[in-house]
């Protein structure tokens, strides 16, 4: 049975931090491009982060690059998202994805991901 479970998002400031974490199980989680999106009340989920399967291959969305980190523990089979600088318009339910692309492709479309956690709440606010 896939799992794709997130964790760690809070209430916080602007100006602040936070890790949140990503497990998976049921699929060979080695083999998988990993990915981050988040969606925001009122608007269309949007591709935040991704990380290829060896983790030699990173992109990120315009809005979160310098800010953001992805990573990815292929032993612990983990994906995490260190947000660094957040604001108001990082707010969302942020959600971790995986893509099986057979050439290993790092893709941000939401639509290439196969399997998808139920997102956590990030809340950015004084």
């Known amino acids: 049975q896939v799992q794709v479970v997130e964790s760690g998002g809070e209430l916080v400031q602007p100006g602040g931090s936070l890790r949140l974490s990503c497990a998976a199980s049921?699929?060979?989680?080695?083999?998988?491009?990993m990915g981050w999106f988040r969606q925001a009340p009122g608007k269309e989920r949007e591709f935040v982060a991704a990380?290829?399967?060896?983790?030699?291959?990173?992109y990120y969305a315009d809005s979160v690059k310098g800010r953001f980190t992805i990573s990815r523990d292929n032993a612990k089979i983990m994906v995490y998202l260190q947000m660094n600088s957040l604001n108001a318009e990082d707010t969302a339910v942020y959600y971790c994805a995986a893509d099986l692309d057979p050439f290993g492709a790092v893709r941000t479309q939401a639509k290439e991901y196969d399997y998808w956690g139920q997102g956590t709440q990030v809340t950015v606010s004084s």
């Open positions: 049921g699929f060979i989680f080695s083999a998988y491009t």
């Open positions: 990380i290829s399967k060896s983790g030699g291959r990173i």
